[in-house]
């Protein structure tokens, strides 16, 4: 098992930035495909953006242009920039190492404890 921790979510205005950030445990973090989630109030999770072990990225529409995914294996951490930012990305925001089955990308570890993401109109 891989242990996640997230951080760096808060308060901001909409039109604000704010990067996240999640440190892996793990020697074998260079090699897993990392995913950021999220979780709004009364909805489902979410993958919002996915960074294989190559550096290919791909994200959700809803996010596309505004977030980028980006990881540092020597530090075992994956970001996430998250740019003009709107009051419907508030969530709680996971990380995640992801496996791809057909299209589709799904989570492999527990979750850990999320930060929250705030978007003030």
């Known amino acids: 098992q891989v242990q996640l921790v997230e951080s760096g979510g808060g308060l901001v205005q909409a039109g604000g930035s704010l990067r996240l950030s999640c440190a892996a445990s793990?020697?074998?973090?260079?090699?897993?495909?990392m995913g950021w989630y999220r979780q709004a109030p009364g909805k489902q999770r979410e993958l919002v953006a996915i960074?294989?072990?190559?550096?290919?990225?791909n994200y959700a529409d809803s996010v596309k242009g505004r977030f980028t995914i980006s990881r540092d294996n020597p530090k075992n951490t994956v970001y996430l920039q998250m740019n003009s930012l709107k009051p419907e990305d508030t969530a709680v925001y996971y990380c995640?190492?992801?496996?791809?089955?057909?299209?589709?990308?799904?989570?492999?570890?527990?979750w850990g404890q999320g930060t929250q993401v705030t978007v003030s109109s």
């Open positions: 960074i294989t072990s190559g550096g290919t990225t």
């Open positions: 793990g020697s074998t973090f260079s090699i897993n495909a």
């Open positions: 995640n190492t992801v496996m791809q089955a057909g299209s589709s990308w799904f989570p492999r570890n527990s």
